[in-house]
T-cell receptor
């Protein structure tokens, strides 16, 4: 079974540009999460999709970040316009929904390292 | 804010057991204890989780105290490849509250 995949693995852009990160969850996982780690800080939650719906977007830092999951499969996270403080590693995770509603263990992708110059 | 506290670092000798402690004194009855680790800058890797009972899998054992206020992750025979940051996390399993809240974790260094 393929794990969570993320693309690209690295992205270097200039301040003010736009970048789109992609996450492909494990097949059959309804839940998809985005997290990020900025330099010197802890890994922080950004948002949670259940299928195509946003269940929790309390961690999104501001309106320059837009996450989508059309069709309930892969997800994209767009940063527009990028700022210097957006540099960091963006992780995606996915999990199943178990019978009765609980969510199962989250499995993480390798991350996308974003550098904004 | 993370609901767990862990020592910042520890080390152990290769081949010996590594016992990583975690305090979660405010854990609620329906919160699980999860352990993940991060090797270098790779994505966090799931290790094990539990609710009340002790758990064991091919990677590790999880010992949860009877009052559930603390737990210990045991790597029975640590290898150099187990050098990583280990995160103890408590979380609900319901959809609306299933996010993971990472703290600083504990850096385990396995020495030859």
């Amino acid at each position: 079974e393929a794990g969570v995949t993320q693309f690209p693995s690295h992205s270097v852009i200039e301040k003010g540009q736009t970048v789109t990160l992609r996450c492909d969850p494990i097949s059959g996982h309804d839940n998809l999460y985005w997290y990020r780690r900025v330099m010197g800080k802890e890994i922080k939650f950004l948002l949670h999709f259940v299928k195509e719906s946003k269940q929790d977007e309390s961690g999104m830092p501001n309106n320059r970040f837009l996450a989508e999951r059309t069709g309930g499969t892969y997800s994209t996270l767009k940063v527009q316009p990028a700022e210097l403080e957006d540099s960091g590693v963006y992780f995606c995770a996915s999990s199943r929904t178990l019978a009765g509603g609980p969510t199962d263990t989250q499995y993480f992708g390798p991350g996308t390292r974003l550098t904004v110059l | 804010d993370a609901k767990t506290t862990q020592p910042p670092s520890m080390d152990c000798a290769e081949g010996r057991a590594a016992n990583l402690p975690c305090n979660h004194s405010t854990i609620s009855g329906n919160e699980y204890v999860y352990w993940y680790r991060q090797i270098h800058s790779q994505g966090p890797q799931y290790i094990i989780h539990g609710l009340k009972n002790n758990e064991t899998n091919e990677m590790a054992s999880l010992i949860i105290t009877e009052d559930r206020k603390s737990s210990t992750l045991i790597l029975p025979h640590a290898t150099l490849r187990d050098t990583a940051v280990y995160y103890c996390i408590v979380r609900f399993d319901t959809g609306a509250n299933s996010k993971l809240t990472f703290g600083k974790g504990i850096t385990l260094s396995v020495r030859p």
